[in-house]
């Protein structure tokens, strides 16, 4: 199974659901979009496959989402797509393609859903909260 993750290495949930791809054996393509950024129908094509608007996919937490005006509810979709677009970092993390879907993977166990072949367990997040049991069932 082919997997795309848009992903930022210095977010935890992003780190946690690469290293749950990588425990249950796939070789993801990592796009690193705080490098790369983003096309305006790149983002639509994600969003519409994730069934999200760019309101859902706003990160406001540690970004200038709320100097730049973007958290007002008036806001249009429009006006927030550009400023993804402009400002990478105001996409949340991580977005994940696979044959199973689209998904902005928040929680990290999210993933799962996503996932043919699940890692063996226990796995664990990077706080130590354990998302599959020693047997691999989900908890």
């Not at 977010?11 to 705080?34: F, H, K, M």
């Amino acid at each position: 199974m082919s997997i795309v993750i848009h992903h930022n290495p210095g977010c935890g949930t992003s780190s946690n659901v690469l290293d749950i791809i990588r425990q249950a054996g796939y070789d993801p393509v990592v796009v690193e979009y705080l490098n790369t950024g983003w096309t305006k129908a790149q983002l639509q094509g994600l969003f519409a496959a994730a069934g999200l608007t760019p309101r859902d996919a706003l990160r406001t937490y540690k970004t200038n989402a709320e100097e730049l005006g973007l958290t007002d509810p008036s806001v249009s979709q429009e006006v927030l797509l550009n400023a993804m677009v402009e400002h990478p970092v105001l996409v949340n993390r991580p977005i994940v393609c696979t044959a199973k879907g689209v998904a902005l993977c928040r929680p990290s166990e999210k993933i799962l859903d996503l996932l043919e072949n699940w890692p063996t367990g226990p796995v664990y997040k990077k706080d130590g909260e354990m998302i599959l049991d020693e047997n691999g069932n989900r908890l």
